[in-house]
């Protein structure tokens, strides 16, 4: 893996389109050794195409990749040893035991055989796999079969390592277990890529976090760095029907933004008679008011002015 | 070098852990085979080899036969990735698409040569297949010639087709038209005029004439050359088509 500090990924001016649809536009990114980076979207921002390729898996219409300096494109075969992808579907041998799947990974990144053995059973062990070494993967939980496919990733210990979605459909065990995998792997200096549309995952991360949205890179920074930038103080309001406020003259100048059908936020310092008054005819329907809390939903509303919630 | 052996020991492994379809394809021409012994050695006598046993025609033709849908599962094994969701993650390993159509392909070619001795061999034992002064060098170069040949068409066609249905229709064709106009179900001779006439244009065809060779007229290697020749030189042109073609980003439909 990396010496923490260098640079890892070098993305310059990503552009791809699919028909019509821009799915990136012009997109940079660095990643250094050791640190993890949260690609923060909401579906259909970008964040697969991206990593898609970064892994050499797509070729972009305009841009340049290079991991550790090797030109993901001229060097194909040496970039990708470098690389350890999960895609965001569950990809792994079912017929094949855990074991089996985790020294195929490792043997075709280029690991010799007493250094495949080696390193599944250690990825097993930080993955909580260990027990089930000898178990067909068809036997696997849901749960069991996210780590194991993202073990599968992690086997040849690459300096980049990218995990599109990795918790997705995971239970609270595998999602705390994936978190502290990733953890450790940026700590041994690898540079991680994480994509995610849910926040707490973020925070539990400490990633440095990068906020895409059409396909654009719109704000990176640490959580603390990203809320003292973007969170804007107002308040939310919750509503017994559905309510449009955008319509409501008396609220344009507090910018409201939908959080959904139901529930709303305004901007800047507000008064709850003051609202109450501005509200008209809704505010028959308002069951509850609150200070918009400093967090990192705030701070992707105020970025992109869209919510992550209900994205799945 | 290290994506080809990794994706051709995989393979075999994968055949190891579910060897269904592999023991059916094995198991049903061993079935059918004394179901038709009688016919097939009253139609040699016929035909001019008073001392065939129906075991010269009916052993190589079942094996002709059953070795096109033995070979259609190289085609499989590649769309099943697809259905699996592990084919990206080969296409980000180290191995090249090259590598990865060659891993593929190697061990089929090794599984229909095992294939091709287990009927011929079983046809020895059980069926009183003799080779009757045949060369086993040319059984050998006739067996090798087939399985390269055969292999090289669904790699071609994995490489080609976008779905497993459209495969698996080629496979089906390949298996049993062109196995029955290339003479593996009845000899050549007994079809009728126009199948008589289109039937070199079976690979199947050239594998029973070089089998017929062998075990109906006792032939050596120089008897096999041309038969195995034309064989080869369509696995050389299927295979160089077949890397022409293949393109790993392109999206395979497995079954649903």
């Not at chain 1, 990924?9 to 019509?20: F, I, M």
């Not at chain 1, 300096?69 to 579907?89: C, F, K, M, N």
């Not at chain 2, 269904?20 to 009253?42: H, Q, R, S």
């Not at chain 2, 096999?224 to 077949?242: F, N």
Request: aromatic share 6%; charged share 20%; glycine share 10%.
């Amino acid at each position: 893996m990396g010496q923490q500090g260098c640079r890892v990924l070098r993305a310059v001016g990503l552009t791809k389109a699919y028909g019509e649809i821009e799915a990136l536009r012009g997109v940079d990114l660095e990643v250094d050794a050791g640190s993890v980076v949260a690609l923060l979207g909401r579906n259909g921002a970008g964040k697969t195409t991206m990593l898609s390729i970064i892994a050499g898996l797509l070729v972009p219409d305009a841009g340049s990749v290079e991991v550790n300096g090797i030109d993901v494109w001229a060097d194909r075969a040496t970039a990708a040893s470098q690389i350890g992808i999960a895609p965001q579907e569950t990809g792994i041998y079912r017929v094949l035991t855990v074991r089996e799947n985790l020294e195929f990974f490792g043997e075709i990144a280029g690991l010799s055989r007493r250094d495949k053995r080696r390193r599944a059973d250690d990825v097993a062990e930080q993955l909580g796999l260990t027990d089930l070494l000898s178990r067909s993967a068809t036997t696997l939980s849901g749960g069991e079969a996210r780590r194991l496919h993202t073990g599968c990733a992690l086997v040849h210990a690459p300096p980049l390592l990218l995990l599109d979605e990795a918790t997705v459909g995971a239970d609270v065990a595998t999602r705390n277990q994936l978190i502290d995998a990733v953890r450790e792997m940026a700590n041994e200096g690898a540079a991680v890529i994480y994509t995610t549309h849910y926040l707490p995952e973020v925070e539990a991360l400490e990633a440095d976090i990068v906020i895409i949205d059409d396909g654009k890179l719109l704000a990176r920074g640490s959580r603390a760095d990203l809320v003292s930038r973007y969170f804007a103080a107002g308040v939310e309001l919750e509503f017994s029907i559905d309510v449009d406020l955008r319509s409501v003259d008396a609220l344009v100048e507090m910018a409201p933004v939908a959080l959904g059908s139901r529930r709303w936020q305004l901007q800047g310092e507000c008064d709850i008679v003051d609202i109450g008054r501005r509200l008209g005819a809704h505010a028959s329907a308002l069951l509850a008011v609150e200070a918009s809390r400093p967090d990192l939903e705030r701070v992707f509303l105020e970025i992109t002015g869209r919510s992550l919630e209900g994205e799945a | 070098m290290n994506g080809f052996l990794a994706i051709s020991r995989l393979q075999l492994r994968i055949i190891r852990r579910d060897p269904v379809f592999l023991v059916v394809m094995f198991g049903m021409p061993l079935i059918l085979m004394p179901l038709m012994k009688e016919t097939i050695a009253l139609s040699l006598n016929a035909s001019g080899y008073p001392d065939a046993t129906g075991a010269e025609q009916l052993v190589p033709g079942q094996t002709v036969l059953f070795g096109f849908m033995v070979a259609g599962s190289a085609a499989f094994a590649i769309f099943r990735e697809h259905g699996w969701r592990t084919w990206d993650r080969l296409r980000a390993s180290p191995a090249s698409p090259r590598q990865m159509l060659a891993g593929f392909a190697a061990p089929w070619v090794l599984i229909h040569l095992f294939f091709q001795f287990v009927m011929l061999g079983a046809g020895g034992v059980f069926f009183d297949l003799r080779l009757n002064g045949g060369s086993p060098a040319a059984l050998l170069l006739t067996v090798v010639s087939f399985a390269a040949c055969v292999v090289a068409i669904v790699i071609l066609a994995a490489a080609t087709f976008r779905t497993v249905n459209q495969v698996q229709a080629l496979v089906n064709l390949g298996a049993m038209v062109f196995g029955g106009l290339g003479g593996a179900l009845v000899p050549v001779e007994q079809l009728p005029g126009w199948a008589e006439a289109v039937a070199p244009i079976s690979p199947q065809y050239w594998a029973m004439d070089a089998h017929r060779a062998i075990f109906l007229e006792s032939g050596g290697v120089a008897d096999v050359v041309g038969p195995c020749g034309i064989l080869l030189s369509i696995a050389v042109v299927a295979g160089g088509l077949a890397s022409l073609r293949f393109r790993a980003d392109e999206t395979k439909e497995f079954f649903a």
